[in-house]
């Protein structure tokens, strides 16, 4: 097809996705039209059954739990009772928010980084990690440089319900 000074250019990105339509606006307007009531109701779907937490949605989720100091990310616990779960929960949270802002923190933490940040007994961090390994919550990374542990996306929504269910979220 050989463009012409009426012709008109759309170009649509949804996800990955482009398409480009071009021609005159009496054949443009129909293509368009049917692309976006076939792919609207499936983006649409898809969106429901989709989690993927951005950097917004965590600090606002979280802001009252959760900081970054000039020491790095840490819980902010105050006056509120966590278990240890919830706070090695709330590191590893802490540390994928400080690694989305690009300040150069790696989303990952190794035992002796979650330990130094929390305080809490390395024996009972590995039992808490354990347990929350196996719910699915944090993934273990086996590197050449050590073994380091990130909360999944499962672990966002049960760290956020966990803290909603005790009042504190």
């Given amino acids: 097809m050989t463009e012409n000074s009426d012709d008109i250019k759309v170009s649509i990105t949804m996800g990955d ?7 005159s606006p009496e054949s443009v307007m129909p293509s368009l039209n049917g692309f976006l009531m076939k792919q609207i109701p499936t983006f649409n779907l898809a969106k429901r059954i989709t989690v993927n937490y951005s950097a917004k949605e965590l600090i606002e989720k979280f ?10 990310p840490r819980v902010w616990k105050e006056d509120k009772k966590m278990s240890d779960r919830e706070v090695i929960s709330l590191q590893l949270l802490a540390a994928r928010i400080a690694s989305e802002f690009g300040n150069g923190q790696s989303p990952e933490l190794s035992l002796g980084q979650i330990q130094s940040a929390t305080g809490i007994n390395p024996k009972s961090i590995s039992s808490r990690l354990s347990e929350i390994l196996k ?20 672990g966002i929504h049960w760290l956020g319900k966990a803290l909603m269910k005790k009042g504190r979220g």
């Fill in 17 to 23: 996705t482009t398409v480009e339509f071009t021609g």
């Fill in 63 to 72: 802001e009252d739990y959760v900081k970054i100091t000039p020491e790095g």
């Fill in 135 to 154: 719910l699915g919550y944090v993934e273990k990374i086996n590197a050449e440089h050590g073994v380091w542990y990130r909360l999944t996306t499962q």
